[in-house]
């Protein structure tokens, strides 16, 4: 749909956690941004109610890149509280809504830039991955969404989840506007000692010729309509002479526990600062111990999800377990990362589904626990851990809602993954939502 009527969109969907009246005259496009990048003049609040209040004095590198392009900010999205979540129904602020069903999830963590690309008409989103935050709400909601590699574009004005895996990256309805928006926020910065020098995109040089499917990844629980149509697709990828082989990477089954420790232990340091006297929330008697004030105001304004992940970290990591668990995790996460540098020796991309299922319904969502939610990233966890590049496509409609194909490449293959989403953009015809206010 047109951008208009922003209210009555954001009553129905809960996309934006704030949002602009009008568009500027002269905005060349549009775009929004994960509310865990800050953006001048916008509040930010990572869907945390400890940083309401928030208003920061600086843009992150990618949003004032977006900016110098000529594009105009829309809003900032609605996303799980810091990130973690896998349906963004952690979020203090607003839970967006699935544009082709409102009973059901968009996806997290960053669900409201998957919905704002799906509902409205040129529009592009910037969004965060850790674990998968790009690639299961692009599923749920039928767009794309690319994950480039780790390094490609800075997280200067990030509020942090995990440091060693957090990507900026983008969500759109189009392919092409992958290509168009890729190079505009990529490129190594000042500001960001982990973003790379880099070598070029190159886009559009290098061609999708092989894909490797890991057995072991179809292994989980997977939904039968989401395995039928993942068939199906390797099908239509043969018809455009792609080969497409089986192989065997044993060591993603230890991908989500791995993962687990890595995210939390680098989480629940970065929300350390979060301590009630820095940014956002300030509340009472500042002249209170430390300790007490630290602890009573973070018990208030922290989310369930977010205390679970800092006792989860902060035990990974303690003296005397960081051996069993961290540094643990740190092997399989290297493990992991030789197992696909050995498979891009032979093949251009590792192609799974991006979620086990579509959509959930929030009502089924309610009834699944911790446990229960990291498990659904087991396909989405592996390129994230490995920190190489992947794309979710929306692949075709099952029951009326879009299911997701995930392409993983090497580190700086991007171009693969984008001659990907434009042969799928010919070959399919993506469906919008219906989307009515
Ligand atoms: N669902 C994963 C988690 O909760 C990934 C989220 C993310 O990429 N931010 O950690």
């Given amino acids: 749909m047109k951008i208009e009527n922003l209210e009555l969109v954001n009553e129905k969907y809960s996309i934006f956690s704030s949002f602009v009246e009008g568009v500027e005259a002269d905005a060349q496009f549009t775009f929004s941004a994960k509310d865990s990048l800050v953006a001048r003049g916008f509040e930010a609040t990572a869907g945390s109610m400890i940083l309401k209040g928030y208003m920061p004095p600086f843009d992150a590198t990618s949003i004032r890149k977006m900016r110098e392009a000529g594009g105009f900010l829309l809003g900032k999205t609605n996303m799980d509280e810091f990130g973690f979540g896998t349906f963004s129904v952690n979020s203090a ?59 490609r574009v800075s997280r200067y004005g990030l509020i942090d989840y995990g440091n060693s895996l957090d ?25 960001d000692p982990t973003s790379a020098v880099q070598p070029d995109l190159k886009l559009g040089r290098k061609k999708l010729k092989s894909v490797a499917i890991p057995r072991e990844a ?20 043969k018809g455009m002479s792609v080969d497409v082989e089986y192989v065997s990477m044993p060591v993603l089954k230890y991908s989500i526990p791995a993962y687990y420790v890595i995210a939390t232990a680098e989480a629940s340091t970065n929300l350390a600062r979060y301590c009630g006297m820095r940014y956002g929330q300030q509340e009472g008697d500042l ?53 696909y540098k050995k498979h891009f020796e032979r093949f251009d991309a ?28 087991f396909l989405t966890v592996p390129p994230n851990i490995a920190g190489m590049p992947h794309l979710s496509v929306p692949c075709v409609s099952s029951e009326g809602m879009p299911i997701g194909l995930l392409f993983t490449s090497a580190h700086w293959d ?24």
């Fill in 93 to 151: 602020f607003g839970i967006p809504k699935n544009p082709f069903d409102i009973r059901r999830s968009c996806g997290g963590s960053s669900g409201g830039s998957a919905c704002a690309a799906a509902v409205f008409d040129d529009h592009v989103s910037l969004g965060v991955s850790t674990g998968g935050s790009i690639a299961c709400p692009a599923s749920f909601c039928g767009v794309y969404g690319l994950t480039p590699s780790y390094g």
């Fill in 167 to 191: 990507k900026v990256g983008l969500l759109s309805f189009r392919a092409s506007d992958l290509k168009k928006y890729l190079p505009i926020i990529s490129g190594v910065d000042d500001h």
């Fill in 218 to 237: 179809l292994e989980g629980s997977i939904s039968k309509d989401v395995l039928k149509y993942f068939e199906e697709s390797i099908e239509i990828l």
């Fill in 287 to 339: 002249t209170a111990k430390f300790d007490d004030y630290f602890s009573s105001f973070r018990s208030r304004y922290l989310g369930v999800e977010a205390k679970r992940r800092i006792l989860l970290g902060t035990y990974a990591r303690m003296a005397g377990y960081a051996d069993r668990y961290y540094y643990k995790a740190i092997r399989v996460r290297g493990a992991i990362i030789t197992d």
């Fill in 350 to 377: 590792v192609m799974t589904p991006t979620m086990p299922f579509v959509s959930p319904k929030f009502d089924d969502i309610s009834l699944m626990s911790a446990l229960d939610s990291y498990k659904a990233d």
């Fill in 414 to 437: 991007e171009d693969v993954l984008i001659d990907i989403a434009e042969k799928w953009d010919s070959a399919f015809d993506v469906r919008h939502a219906d989307v009515r206010i």
